[in-house]
């Protein structure tokens, strides 16, 4: 790396959301030397989730407006060449700094590495591209969120009194970095039960690219793999939650069987009201663009921010300087605090079907 290398003291920056600019303008990042700022972001797709287009596109709209920055945000719909032709058109555009969701971290580190070789700053927005050359990587602590989903079924589990369950797995996307910290979150909950015994382990699939539909056929399969003696679904996020619990209504085993999720989405929400899904791990997306809306602006600037926090790239070896930002476990009693948030609203979560169940959980 170049001189003025990043402090990496954790310097509790993160707490306050500020981030401190270094102002080292004598050797500024990558082509970026006081241009204005023009920001490129592409985002994954519409379907494995609702937050790239509900939440991510819209917080990233409020950070790039309140900065007076101009901007571009685009979908690749899952699909990795239109992926590349965005990355192309948005460089050729002039954009001074691209932001990528990677679809698989081969692709993503294609265009990380033409951006730079353009002069363009880039960052990983919320999945790091292994390999890659990302300038920032901005996501929330994904091992964490693993984490908060292990010990959110199993105290579902104990909620309900299951002795010796058998829990099955439907991870996320086996090219998403991200999947990865989030088995090992949850792996570091449960396999310690699974080796003494105190739980069974049932199947585990990955879901390719976290797709919902495909997501449905597997835990069908799953669940005929084990005889229909599933007690526990870990499934990594909420629309493969929802998924289960398709399979598990079909069966009349929804609400007997917890499910967990992710990302807070209505319909995951709804399904908690409804007593179907045992929990789910907020992520307040607007923070997340903000400081990856901070960082963007920065570069354009020639700044270099000091972020007070690295991660190690596994497989490129790199210490790349990161913002991670804090999960929340959130279950039927804290369902307001998402609202609260401005993340959804009430009006999207209780629907005419779950008012009474929104006024229990005291969502007013
Ligand atoms: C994100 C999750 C999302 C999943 C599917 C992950 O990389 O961190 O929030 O649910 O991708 O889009």
Known sequence: MRKGILTIAAVGLLATGGLTA????????????????????????????????????????????????????????????????????????GVTALMIVNLDSGTGKAVLDKAKSQGVATIDYDRLTLGGSAQYYV???????????????????????????????????????????????????????????EYTKGPEDSVPAW?????????????????????????????LGNAAISILKKNNLNGKVPVTGQDAST????????????MTVYKAVREEAKAASDLAIALAKGERKDTGQTVKDPEGGRDVPSVLLTPKAIYKDN??????????????????????????????
């Open 267 to 278: 319909e995951g929400l709804q399904n908690i009201l409804a007593g179907d899904q045992c």
């Open 22 to 93: 270094c102002g080292d303008d004598s050797s500024p990042e990558s082509g970026s030397s006081a241009k204005t700022p023009k920001i490129g972001v592409i985002l994954p797709d519409s379907k494995s989730s609702a937050r790239w287009e509900t939440a991510d596109r819209r917080f990233l709209e409020e950070a790039f407006k309140s900065a007076g920055v101009q901007y571009d945000i685009q979908n690749a719909q899952n699909d990795k060449t239109a992926f590349q032709t965005i990355a192309d058109q948005m460089i050729t555009s």
């Open 139 to 197: 996501s929330f602590d994904n091992e964490t969120v693993g984490k908060l989903q292990g010990e959110g079924l199993s105290k579902c589990l104990t909620d309900k009194g299951v002795k010796n369950p058998v829990v099955a797995y439907l991870n996320g996307s086996p090219t998403d970095n991200n999947a990865t910290l989030f088995k090992a979150g949850y792996d570091s909950v449960l396999k310690p039960k699974f080796d003494s015994k």
């Open 211 to 239: 797709d919902n539909a495909q997501a449905t056929t597997i835990f069908e399969q799953q669940l005929t793999k084990a005889n229909g003696k599933i007690d526990g679904v870990l499934a990594a996020n909420d629309g």
């Open 335 to 364: 369902i307001k605090d998402v609202i609260a948030d401005g993340y959804v609203t009430k009006e999207e979560v209780c629907t005419a079907a779950f008012a009474k169940a929104c006024a229990d959980a005291g969502i007013s």
